[in-house]
C-alpha cells in the first residue's frame, strides 16, 4: 500500500474563493517551498486583479514511480484535499500535468480543477506548451529593451546579441524548458539552444543541439540527455562535438547569452 504524503497552504483569500495554486510533486518539497509559492501565487492573481486568493499543494513522492503508482497517488492525495474544495482548486505544476487534474475531477467533481485536459472539456494547455510561450515572449521582450538600460552602469559594457546570434542554455528540460526550445526555434529559427539539462546530465554544443529531435525524445521518453548520449554521442566518441556529463548542475558553468531556469532547483542566491 503507498504511503501518501503532502501539503496544502491556502495563503489569502482576500481577493476571493477559491484560492487557486498548482500541486507539484516532488521528493523533496518542503512546508516552506509551499507556503512561499501559495504567497506568490495571491500576489500574482492579485496583480491581475482577478477574484481568486492564493494557495499551493505538494506532494511528496519520488519521481521514479511508475505511472499507475503516480495515478494512486494522485487519486489519494485529491481525496485528501477534498474536504478543502471550496477554498482551494489546484491545477498542474512542477511533476504532474493536465491528466492529473482530469483524476481529481473525476474524485472530487468537475469544478475541483482547472487545466483538465481537451476531452474533460479543459484546454491544451500541456500539449501547447503556454507557459513556454511566455518564456520566450519575455526573452524577445528583454532583447529589445536592454539597449535602453546602457544608461546603467551595470549594463554600459553588454554585448547584446541581434535575435539570430542568440544562444540559450536551457536547466530542466521538461514542460516549460523542451516546449520553450521549441517555440524559440519557431519563433527565432536562427536562434541556437546550445545546452540542455535534466535529471539523468546535461548536453552541450556550441554550434547549437538538435532542437527537433530532442523534443520528440522527449515527448516519447520524458528523459533525453542520457538516451541521446548514448545514441548519438557514445558511438562517434570524443569527435562528436556535442558534450555530455551526468552531472547535470555543471550545465551553468557553460557559456550562453540567456540561461532559462526550467527546474525546481535552488541556483545561487535562490534564483530557480
Same mark, same amino acid.
Given at each position: 500500500?503507498?504511503?501518501?504524503?503532502?501539503?496544502?497552504?491556502?495563503?489569502?483569500?482576500?481577493?476571493?474563493?477559491?484560492?487557486?495554486?498548482?500541486?507539484?510533486?516532488?521528493?523533496?518539497?518542503?512546508?516552506?517551498?509551499?507556503?512561499?509559492?501559495?504567497?506568490?501565487?495571491?500576489?500574482?492573481?492579485?496583480?491581475?486583479?482577478?477574484?481568486?486568493?492564493?494557495?499551493?499543494?505538494?506532494?511528496?513522492?519520488?519521481? @521514479?514511480?511508475?505511472?499507475?503508482?503516480?495515478?494512486?497517488?494522485?487519486?489519494?492525495?485529491?481525496?485528501?484535499?477534498?474536504?478543502?474544495?471550496?477554498?482551494?482548486?489546484?491545477?498542474?505544476?512542477?511533476?504532474?500535468?493536465?491528466?492529473?487534474?482530469?483524476?481529481?475531477?473525476?474524485?472530487?467533481?468537475?469544478?475541483?480543477?482547472?487545466?483538465?485536459?481537451?476531452?474533460?472539456?479543459?484546454?491544451?494547455?500541456?500539449?501547447?506548451?503556454?507557459?513556454?510561450?511566455?518564456?520566450?515572449?519575455?526573452?524577445? @521582450? *528583454?532583447?529589445?529593451?536592454?539597449?535602453?538600460?546602457?544608461?546603467?552602469?551595470?549594463?554600459?559594457?553588454?554585448?547584446?546579441?541581434?535575435?539570430?546570434?542568440? @544562444?540559450?542554455?536551457?536547466?530542466?528540460?521538461?514542460?516549460?524548458?523542451?516546449?520553450?526550445?521549441?517555440?524559440?526555434?519557431?519563433?527565432?529559427?536562427?536562434?541556437?539552444?546550445?545546452?540542455?539539462?535534466? *535529471?539523468?546530465?546535461?548536453?552541450?554544443?556550441?554550434?547549437?543541439?538538435?532542437?527537433?529531435?530532442?523534443?520528440?525524445?522527449?515527448?516519447?521518453?520524458?528523459?533525453? @540527455?542520457?538516451?541521446?548520449?548514448?545514441?548519438?554521442?557514445?558511438?562517434?566518441?570524443?569527435?562528436?562535438?556535442?558534450?555530455?556529463?551526468?552531472?547535470?548542475?555543471?550545465?551553468?558553468?557553460?557559456?550562453?547569452?540567456?540561461?532559462?531556469?526550467?527546474?525546481?532547483?535552488?541556483?545561487?542566491?535562490?534564483?530557480?
Amino acid at each position: 500500500q503507498l504511503e501518501i504524503g503532502g501539503y496544502l497552504v491556502v495563503d489569502n483569500l482576500s481577493m476571493g474563493r477559491p484560492s487557486m495554486g498548482g500541486i507539484r510533486m516532488l521528493p523533496d518539497i518542503t512546508p516552506a517551498d509551499i507556503h512561499n509559492l501559495a504567497r506568490g501565487m495571491t500576489l500574482k492573481n492579485a496583480a491581475a486583479n482577478l477574484p481568486y486568493g492564493g494557495g499551493k499543494s505538494g506532494i511528496v513522492a519520488e519521481r @521514479t514511480i511508475s505511472h499507475e503508482e503516480h495515478d494512486k497517488v494522485v487519486r489519494g492525495f485529491a481525496r485528501l484535499i477534498r474536504q478543502y474544495k471550496d477554498i482551494y482548486v489546484p491545477g498542474p505544476d512542477v511533476g504532474t500535468k493536465d491528466a492529473d487534474m482530469k483524476l481529481i475531477a473525476i474524485e472530487n467533481g468537475l469544478d475541483s480543477a482547472v487545466s483538465k485536459p481537451a476531452d474533460m472539456g479543459g484546454n491544451r494547455i500541456d500539449e501547447l506548451g503556454a507557459a513556454a510561450g511566455g518564456v520566450v515572449i519575455a526573452l524577445q @521582450t *528583454l532583447l529589445k529593451i536592454l539597449p535602453r538600460l546602457r544608461v546603467l552602469p551595470q549594463f554600459a559594457n553588454l554585448e547584446i546579441p541581434e535575435e539570430n546570434n542568440l @544562444t540559450v542554455i536551457i536547466q530542466g528540460f521538461g514542460a516549460v524548458g523542451a516546449h520553450a526550445s521549441r517555440i524559440l526555434k519557431e519563433r527565432i529559427s536562427e536562434a541556437k539552444v546550445i545546452g540542455i539539462s535534466d *535529471l539523468e546530465g546535461y548536453l552541450y554544443n556550441e554550434n547549437g543541439l538538435p532542437i527537433e529531435e530532442l523534443f520528440s525524445l522527449w515527448k516519447n521518453l520524458g528523459l533525453v @540527455t542520457n538516451t541521446h548520449f548514448k545514441d548519438k554521442i557514445a558511438p562517434e566518441g570524443y569527435k562528436h562535438p556535442t558534450k555530455f556529463s551526468t552531472n547535470a548542475n555543471n550545465l551553468l558553468l557553460e557559456n550562453a547569452f540567456c540561461m532559462v531556469p526550467a527546474a525546481p532547483i535552488f541556483n545561487y542566491l535562490g534564483v530557480r
